[in-house]
Structures are given as C-alpha cells and as structure tokens.
C-alpha cells in the first residue's frame, strides 16, 4: 500500500512478522522502492527483523566456537568481549550498528586508558563474531570491515644478559623454580608448555624433550591440562645439553622422593609438579619469578623473557634464524624474525661486506 500525507511525502507499507513498516519518500517510486528492497532483504536475510542487539550475538557466539577453539582462547576472547557485552554499545541492534558506532567506541576506549593491543585485539574479536553474522544471514554487511583497527606501536623482544640472568637466579629460593627458570632459559618453551611436559616426553639417551601438550589457567586460580599446543608448530621435539639432563635427573629424584612421601595422591608423570604432585598453576609461577625479577631490580622482565632470551642467545651466537623458528614453535620464521631481527645489529654490515667481496 502507498499513500500521499499531508506533507507531500509518499509512504510505503508492508508487514513483516506482524509488524508494521513504513518507508518514505518524495515520489511514490522512490517509496515503493525502499520498501521492496527492504522486503528483498528480509527474505535473502530472514533474522534481519529480530533485533538481536550486538551483546546477545557475541555472547551466542562464544558458546559455539567453544568446542573449536582451545579453553585458553575462549577464555581470552570472553574477557575482551567483556568491553562489549558489558558497554552501552553492546546493547545496539545488528541492523542498527554503523562503522562510525565503533570507530567512536575505539577511541572512547584508548581515551580511558586501555593499551592499543587490547582495542585492537577487541575489534579482531568482535570483527569475528559479525563475520559469522553476515555467513549466518544474519545481517548483510560487516560494519567492521570499513573501521580502521587501531595502531599496535611495535615493542622489541627484552632479553637478559647472562650477568642480569645470574642476578635474578640468586633471588629464587625454591629450587623447584629455579630448576624451571634455567629450564625455559635453555629450551626457549613457553610456561604452560613447561608446566605440562610429562616424563614420557623426556628421552634421556638422545637427549630431548618434546612438546605435546600445555597447562592453562582455569579461573585465574587453578591449572588445567589441555591436550593440545598453541599451534601445530608448537608440536615438536627439542634436543637439549648434558647440564639440562643432569638438571632433569635430580629433578626426577625430587620427584620421586615427592611420591613415596606422598602414596595417597595418585599417578603424576609431570616433569615439574607442584608440592602436592598436582598441576603447577601459571599464574603462581608468573607471580613468583615477578618477585624475583623485582628483587634483583629488573622489574620490566617477566618469565616470558627467558623465552625472549633464549632465542636472542642462539641468534647472537650464530644459529639460523629456520632452527630459531623451529625450536620456539613459530608458525614460520618470518615471524621469528619479526620478532629478533633487532638482535642481530651487525647482520646488515656483514651482508654490505660479502656483497663488496662477490665483486
């Protein structure tokens, strides 16, 4: 139906689930065709007139992906959306949401004082969940993918040097850590993977360690195993010194002393358990190694340096940057050598010298 008001302005009606929609216009053409590609829509995206406002699509969101995704990333992405569902932004409409909604919403956040990593890992998220939206028919368009995603300024590994390495060292008591700090220094492992590497992956006689699994936190609290690694490059196997064995034996002795005082407990084939031969929680590690760090006035460093150091080590000592890549589980080694190239400050005076000798 079309209709002429009082104001000159043609209106076009039509019914959608029951509901009344109107579409105006100046000429009865323009009216009508406002309301057939309305109508179009509707029909190529049938939940586009259900008002699932940005909150509720999210939240819908994580509870599907999360059998596709490991616990640690649907932890991760639940947190960030967090700035969503719990915003007056998240309380808009699909069909109402516009590029400029975000693009004020992303400054609005740097303004209060969040990190541009953290906005810029928001719009990734978020962009996510709209992308399913739109595969869904839900809406026809991202509205992210007009918005710009905010600027991440690029922060240079922090290795430590050997004289700083031995000053944090000298501030940890608990041998247990130390034996993991000077673990993760060697190996260049993650946390978690360290905290989950069990007895069977340990080959003494061809001196290695693989890497299968990981230890997460649940909760901020507790620790859980996942049988799974960050990647598929993060599945490999690592060959390791005659010092890391022998720290791996008397490891093992700990460990067993730990059994026969603790019968009741059950089975552990962890490589570095927590007193009560249960999984260590990342968090307590972080937080100890933090302390230590702090006592040996480096507080800008954390346990992820001693990966960051591991790597500058081998790449200052002559390895290639493939067997770099492959011993940290990079999943290439561009990525490698975004990361490190700054290590190597000789690298491109040494290209200009070989150069000159070819001619």
């Not at 956040?109 to 969940?129: K, N, Q």
């Not at 360690?209 to 230890?215: E, I, K």
């Not at 940057?321 to 050598?337: D, E, F, I, N, P």
Request: aromatic content about 8%; some cysteine; overall charge positive.
């Amino acid at each position: 139906m079309v209709r002429k008001r009082k104001d000159g302005y043609y209106a076009a009606t039509c019914r959608v689930e029951g509901k009344k929609k109107f579409f105006y216009a100046a000429t009865r053409r323009e009216a009508v065709a406002k309301r057939d590609m309305y109508l179009a829509k509707v029909k190529q995206y049938p939940d586009l007139d259900k008002h699932i406002t940005l909150s509720e699509w999210c939240s819908a969101w994580l509870e599907t992906i999360a059998s596709d995704v490991s616990p640690k990333t649907h932890e991760s992405y639940t947190t960030v959306l967090k700035h969503i569902t719990e915003r007056p932004i998240g309380a808009r409409t699909l069909e109402d949401l516009r590029p400029v909604h975000f693009r004020t919403y992303w400054q609005d956040m740097l303004a209060s004082g969040l990190s541009p990593r953290t906005v810029a890992y928001c719009h990734t998220v978020t962009s996510t969940a709209l992308k399913q939206a739109v595969l869904d028919g839900v809406i026809p368009s991202n509205p992210l993918a007009a918005v710009k995603k905010p600027h991440v300024p690029h922060t240079r590994a922090m290795a430590l040097t050997r004289e700083q390495l031995e000053a944090v060292f000298a501030r940890i008591s608990n041998p247990v850590l130390l034996r993991i700090c000077r673990f993760a220094v060697v190996t260049g492992m993650r946390r978690s993977e360290i905290l989950r590497l069990r007895w069977q992956d340990v080959n003494f006689s061809r001196k290695t360690v693989s890497v299968n699994q990981t230890c997460l936190v649940r909760d901020g609290r507790s620790a859980v195993i996942t049988k799974s690694t960050k990647t598929s490059s993060s599945r490999r196997t690592l060959s390791i010194d005659d010092a890391t064995i022998s720290l791996l034996r008397v490891q093992k002795a700990y460990c067993l002393r730990m059994k026969l005082h603790l019968p009741d407990y059950g089975p552990c084939d962890l490589v570095f358990p927590s007193e009560n031969l249960t999984p260590i929680c990342p968090n307590n590690v972080t937080h100890d190694v933090k302390a230590a760090f702090k006592a040996a006035g480096l507080p800008h460093f954390s346990f992820h340096s001693f990966r960051h150091t591991s790597a500058t080590l081998l790449l200052q000592a002559g390895v290639n940057y493939k067997v770099v890549q492959q011993r940290l589980g990079h999943s290439s080694c561009a990525t490698t050598m975004d990361i490190y190239a700054h290590v190597m400050p000789g690298a491109d005076e040494e290209a200009a010298r070989i150069a000159d000798s070819i001619l």
